[in-house]
């Protein structure tokens, strides 16, 4: 969420004028924060000028309504996912009811429009607009695979997956590593599966134990945190991008802005055709989706790619094309400011 606020400012900035208030520490101290964010939000739209007030994050919906209704100004918002089925009870109560209030609401997928839709929002209200890309860590693939062999110490002629994200229940890592490796292997025996990233730690224990379980240690590798130049060797390096995710009710997949992140690094993408993924991945285009928890659907397409690097490759030159025509901040940006334009002038009429 932090990445696309930034991205999106950038692209916006080029287009339109805008005036900037931003935090970028812990959400921990979002209370001390608040109250900063309203003053300075004042004090910009005491100066005129400004003829939205825009939100970027559900959280920050009744402050959004409060802007609005002291400068009568139409107010914005952004929903990605988790900020609108976020399951405590007092925020149910009271974060849908401000975001109805929007007179505009941008959703980064249409399974993110449809909770939305949900909790009463109107679907006149809504947009749906994807999550943009910028085009910055293609890298020669032979070169960063001999970086990633020499780094994780994998072997030449590996076919290597990858997962990158946070350690969460419904990226489906510790259901993929239980269920799809084991068949895998029978198949691929030298596959070698690569986890980037940090998270729940009950998950990452689970993770371990069905490594451990299923005498994985040699095909299975938990990286942790990794650094930034790391991840462009593990997104150039990699064979085919995994993406095993399952259905946890109360927390979805706004979109998934590592496979697009993948895609343009000519990586091949295999994912669960689930919730915001579908916004992110066009079947047979930027990548292959399979249904969820689809163990022989998952083994189907990843050795698919496995057996034939040519075919691999040209697939993910293939798919960074897609990625680059249809994901692009310009494009994405144009819609925003089209959005924008097009209350302004309904609110005129």
């Given at each position: 969420?932090?990445?696309?606020?930034?991205?999106?400012?950038?692209?916006?900035?080029?287009?339109?004028?805008?005036?900037?208030?931003?935090?970028?520490?812990?959400?921990?101290?979002?209370?001390?924060?608040?109250?900063?964010?309203?003053?300075?939000?004042?004090?910009?739209?005491?100066?005129?000028?400004?003829?939205?007030?825009?939100?970027?994050?559900?959280?920050?919906?009744?402050?959004?309504?409060?802007?609005?209704?002291?400068?009568?100004?139409?107010?914005?918002?952004?929903?990605?996912?988790?900020?609108?089925?976020?399951?405590?009870?007092?925020?149910?109560?009271?974060?849908?009811?401000?975001?109805?209030?929007?007179?505009?609401?941008?959703?980064?997928?249409?399974?993110?429009?449809?909770?939305?839709?949900?909790?009463?929002?109107?679907?006149?209200?809504?947009?749906?607009?994807?999550?943009?890309?910028?085009?910055?860590?293609?890298?020669?693939?032979?070169?960063?695979?001999?970086?990633?062999?020499?780094?994780?110490?994998?072997?030449?002629?590996?076919?290597?997956?990858?997962?990158?994200?946070?350690?969460?229940?419904?990226?489906g890592v510790a259901w993929f590593v239980a269920n799809v490796m084991p068949?895998?292997?029978?198949?691929?025996?030298?596959?070698?599966?690569?986890?980037?990233g940090t998270g729940d730690a009950d998950n990452k224990a689970r993770i371990?134990?069905?490594?451990?379980?299923?005498?994985?240690?040699?095909n299975v590798k938990m990286l942790g945190r990794v650094e930034d130049d790391?991840?462009?060797?593990?997104?150039?390096?990699?064979?085919?991008?995994?993406?095993?995710?399952?259905?946890?009710?109360?927390?979805?997949?706004?979109?998934?802005?590592?496979?697009?992140?993948?895609?343009?690094?000519?990586?091949?993408?295999?994912?669960?055709?689930?919730?915001?993924?579908?916004?992110?991945?066009?079947?047979?285009?930027?990548?292959?989706?399979?249904?969820?928890?689809?163990?022989?659907?998952?083994?189907?397409?990843?050795?698919?790619?496995?057996?034939?690097?040519?075919?691999?490759?040209?697939?993910?030159?293939?798919?960074?094309?897609?990625?680059?025509?249809?994901?692009?901040?310009?494009?994405?940006?144009?819609?925003?400011?089209?959005?924008?334009?097009?209350?302004?002038?309904?609110?005129?009429?």
């Amino acid at each position: 969420m932090e990445n696309f606020a930034y991205d999106l400012y950038t692209a916006l900035n080029k287009k339109t004028d805008l005036r900037l208030i931003k935090w970028g520490g812990a959400n921990k101290y979002l209370p001390v924060v608040l109250p900063y964010f309203f003053v300075a939000a004042c004090a910009k739209l005491l100066r005129g000028g400004i003829d939205i007030v825009h939100m970027q994050d559900g959280l920050l919906a009744p402050l959004g309504f409060v802007l609005s209704r002291l400068f009568r100004k139409p107010f914005s918002i952004v929903i990605h996912g988790l900020d609108i089925t976020h399951k405590n009870p007092l925020y149910q109560s009271v974060i849908p009811y401000f975001v109805r209030k929007a007179d505009i609401v941008f959703c980064i997928s249409q399974a993110t429009a449809d909770e939305t839709m949900k909790r009463g929002i109107s679907s006149k209200k809504i947009k749906v607009i994807p999550l943009g890309i910028t085009d910055t860590g293609f890298e020669p693939h032979q070169e960063m695979r001999r970086k990633l062999h020499e780094a994780y110490q994998v072997a030449p002629e590996a076919p290597v997956l990858l997962t990158v994200g946070r350690l969460v229940k419904r990226k489906g890592v510790a259901w993929f590593v239980a269920n799809v490796m084991p068949e895998l292997v029978k198949k691929v025996p030298h596959a070698v599966y690569l986890i980037a990233g940090t998270g729940d730690a009950d998950n990452k224990a689970r993770i371990e134990q069905e490594i451990a379980k299923h005498k994985l240690q040699q095909n299975v590798k938990m990286l942790g945190r990794v650094e930034d130049d790391m991840m462009a060797v593990l997104y150039n390096g990699a064979d085919v991008f995994v993406q095993p995710n399952i259905v946890v009710p109360g927390d979805m997949e706004g979109f998934g802005r590592v496979l697009l992140e993948a895609s343009l690094c000519e990586l091949p993408v295999v994912a669960a055709g689930i919730e915001g993924i579908k916004d992110a991945v066009s079947n047979k285009n930027n990548g292959m989706l399979v249904d969820t928890e689809d163990i022989a659907g998952f083994v189907r397409e990843i050795s698919a790619f496995a057996a034939d690097p040519k075919k691999a490759r040209a697939f993910g030159a293939k798919s960074r094309e897609y990625t680059l025509a249809n994901y692009s901040w310009s494009t994405i940006a144009s819609s925003y400011v089209e959005g924008l334009q097009s209350l302004l002038k309904n609110r005129k009429r």
